[in-house]
């Protein structure tokens, strides 16, 4: 069965703090793909960042950073120096097949 | 120009009522994916269409029917609605169906059913 637990309901951080948003998954599959989307208080949900289970180096972009470890079958999301954007629900995501499979999100308030 | 564009972005109606939602992509894309998401802000996909074929139909009653006339659009049409139906229906797309293809979504379809 497949299965991602996104257990951290709700964080709140000031501005200019850094904060970690974990993701574990479950997945009897080799092959498989995680995501990340972000879906601000306007509602839609904006693809954030793909990563294949045979790749498990670290990505950064720009004040966001990703870790992927597959002993741990997690995908963390770090996000640097938090701005009050970054306010919004932030979903995990497995793919393997057709399927998505969505945690349950993870809402972020950042506060000036 | 809008990627996955959906309209209507709010619909409010009575209960037992019909109505669509209408959604169409100009990515390219051969798969398409109606996602129903629950006030709890869960997401749980209804159904996925590749190339006008159905290959997804989750457990979703059958008062909800997809269509797609061709790979560009899926619609969505739910008959005699319930005050359950109350979510965001999000359609999106994909490059193609299998593992690893990125999922876009629309800007959502507010539905309120009073």
């Known amino acids: 069965a497949q299965k991602v637990t996104q257990a951290q309901t709700e964080i709140s951080v000031v501005e200019k703090e850094d904060v970690t948003l974990d993701c574990v998954y479950e997945?009897?599959?080799?092959?498989?793909?995680l995501f990340w989307y972000k879906q601000p208080p306007s509602g839609e949900l904006v693809f954030l960042i793909r990563?294949?289970?045979?790749?498990?180096q670290n990505e950064i972009s720009g004040r966001y950073s990703w870790n992927f470890q597959k002993s741990t079958s997690s995908f963390n999301f770090t996000i640097t120096a938090s701005q009050v954007v970054d306010s919004a629900v932030y979903f995990c995501?497995?793919?393997?097949?057709?399927?998505?499979?969505f945690g349950s999100g993870t809402k972020l308030n950042v506060k000036p | 120009d809008t990627a996955v564009s959906q309209t209507p972005k709010y619909l409010v109606t009575q209960m037992g009522n019909d109505k669509s939602i209408k959604c169409e992509q100009n990515?390219?894309?051969?798969?398409m994916y109606w996602y129903k998401q629950d006030s709890k802000k869960f997401l749980k996909i209804m159904f996925s269409y590749n190339n006008k074929e159905l290959i997804i139909n989750e457990t979703v009653p059958n008062r909800f029917s997809p269509k797609s006339p061709d790979k560009a659009h899926l619609n969505l049409h739910i008959n005699s609605l319930e005050l359950g139906d109350s979510a965001v229906y999000f359609c999106?797309?994909?490059?193609?169906?299998?593992?690893?293809?990125?999922?876009?979504f629309g800007e959502g379809s507010w539905l309120t059913v009073v």
């Open positions: 990515l390219g894309h051969d798969t």
């Open positions: 995501a497995l793919s393997n097949f057709n399927k998505f499979y």
């Open positions: 997945t009897r599959d080799t092959t498989y793909y």
């Open positions: 990563r294949n289970s045979f790749d498990e």
């Open positions: 999106a797309s994909s490059r193609e169906a299998g593992v690893g293809n990125t999922i876009y």
